[in-house]
């Protein structure tokens, strides 16, 4: 099917439909003329024509004539998109699923494969079974982006054959993945604050079987600072989320002067709630990681750790059409590494408590 095709039944122009197919970092007009731009190429199962994929591939272009069907399923945030991380990750996904001239089928969002307690009173076969049926057993790939409950990676695994995922915290070889080790992230942003003479530290996110605490709580006790549960906690990682955590650090007693946020849009809630409270005798230093688009354009801007979201998707569909075309056969795990990105929400810690 042509692009324009796409373009007539998403209401955009043929250069429009191109753009986003071919660039992740396009900055469409809306995400919910994204969506319908992805949503119309998916119905259509488009993939480049044939005269693109000799362009590309050549002499092999016969050899690799097979058109693959990749789904992808999203564990960490429902269709209210309320984490951009992910958001901006599927962008690039979408984009490298399309270089590869396959076609992207069906994208899930189902947070209830991120939840162990729920994945361990749901009928799982059940649910994996009817999402193979949804995607009208075209399925010859898998995408999981982000953390994914053991049980139910096994079940989506021997379901696939083709699975790789894309995550901060490691399926331990279970299946083929991209990984930015959350541990080492969380431990580069606390080292920040660390060095900035910091020692009450407060930590916003998951802490169950979660990759960023563990590297939290470990980077404390390696620079002999005590953990103060009270400076614990756990929640949603939202920005309503975020904003309500920092109000009840602030009408608390004992305010940590520096905080860990487990994703960039937590720690947004923050520093919006931060706003709102022009004469604190001393600001909170806040830190977290992902490097979303917002994070260099909210005020102050955000101090974060980056993860190379354009190198992950990309590395990720390399992993997976290499073992669909069967180039391998043994787990694979490829590592990248996060990068401290020092802006303005971050300061040296001077006096010894809040006044």
């Known amino acids: 099917m042509s692009i324009n095709k796409i373009a007539q039944m998403a209401g955009v122009s043929p250069s429009t439909v191109s753009r986003v197919l071919n660039n992740p970092n396009y900055r469409c007009s809306s995400e919910e003329t994204r969506d319908k731009i992805w949503k119309a190429a998916m119905e259509l199962n488009y ?49 490298e699923i399309h270089k590869h001239f396959c076609i992207l089928s069906k994208v899930w969002y189902m947070p209830v494969f991120s939840d162990d307690r ?19 057993r075209k399925c010859d790939g898998l995408v999981i982006v982000g953390k994914c409950n053991s049980i139910a990676l096994k079940k989506l695994n021997s379901k696939y054959k083709s699975v790789v995922s894309v995550n901060r915290n490691s399926t331990n070889y279970e299946v083929d993945e991209l990984l930015c080790d959350g541990y080492k992230v969380a431990s580069t942003a606390v080292e920040y604050l660390i060095s900035l003479g910091h020692k009450n530290i407060g930590y916003a996110g998951e802490c169950q079987n979660e990759a960023r605490y563990h590297g939290f709580t470990e ?67 806040v830190i977290s990681s992902d490097d979303i688009e917002e994070a ?34 043994s787990i694979v795990r490829m590592e990248l590494e996060g990068k401290l990105v020092i802006r303005e929400s971050c300061s040296k810690f001077i006096t010894d408590s809040f006044n």
């Open 47 to 95: 993939t480049p024509n044939e005269a693109a994929r000799s362009l590309k591939l050549g002499k092999k272009a016969k050899e690799e004539n097979k058109t693959y069907y990749i789904n992808v399923l999203m564990t960490r945030m429902d269709e209210s998109r309320t984490d951009p991380f992910f958001s901006e990750l599927l962008r690039v996904i979408e984009s």
């Open 118 to 136: 729920k994945c361990s009173n749901i009928n799982l076969d059940s649910i994996i079974n009817s999402m193979y049926e949804e995607a009208g």
């Open 219 to 285: 980077t404390l006790k390696k620079n002999g600072i005590q953990l103060n549960p009270a400076y614990i906690i756990e929640t949603k990682q939202t920005e309503a989320e975020g904003y309500e955590v920092m109000e009840n650090f602030l009408n608390s007693r004992n305010c940590p002067t520096g905080i860990y946020c487990a994703n960039d849009i937590t720690a947004i809630g923050m520093l919006k709630s931060l706003s709102r409270h022009k004469n604190l005798p001393l600001i909170p230093s």
């Open 296 to 329: 260099g354009n909210c005020r102050p801007m955000l101090t974060t750790v980056r993860l190379p979201k354009e190198e992950m998707g990309k590395f990720a569909l390399y992993l997976l059409t290499d073992r669909m075309k069967g180039g391998h056969s």
